[in-house]
């Protein structure tokens, strides 16, 4: 199993970043794909996560209302577009896979390579 996230960059407060997940060597009809990040000095953070079948969501809270995660079961790929950005923002993005639609870490059983992500104030 491997994931590949892509679509970080750098960023002004205020504007927008798509990341993207890909996900290969098992189909992930019913798998959880979720997205946490890691800013310097600071835990893990969860972001959000989706179903892959049935689209049930849960939205970490600091990010509800500006970040928005959808997925595409033909290629077991999971976005997370990232609306008004800020500074706080910053972290590396990384998608993750589980069983089941948790915000716990330790739940998830594979793990992306992280992108970067910088938003500039």
């Known amino acids: 199993v491997q994931l590949q996230a892509f679509g970080g960059g750098l960023v002004q407060a205020g504007g927008s970043l798509r990341l993207s997940c890909a996900a290969s060597?098992?189909?992930?009809?019913?798998?959880?794909m979720g997205w946490f990040r890691q800013a310097p000095g600071k835990e893990r953070e969860y972001v959000a996560a989706i179903v892959f079948a049935g689209g049930g969501i849960i939205y970490g809270d600091s990010v509800k209302g500006r970040f928005t995660i959808s997925r595409d079961n033909a290629k077991n790929t999971v976005s997370l577009q990232m609306n008004s950005l800020k500074p706080e923002d910053t972290a590396v993005y990384y998608c993750a896979v589980s069983s089941v639609l948790t915000t716990a870490p330790e739940s998830y059983d594979y793990w992306g390579q992280g992108t970067q992500v910088t938003v500039s104030s």
């Open positions: 060597g098992r189909r992930f009809s019913s798998r959880v």
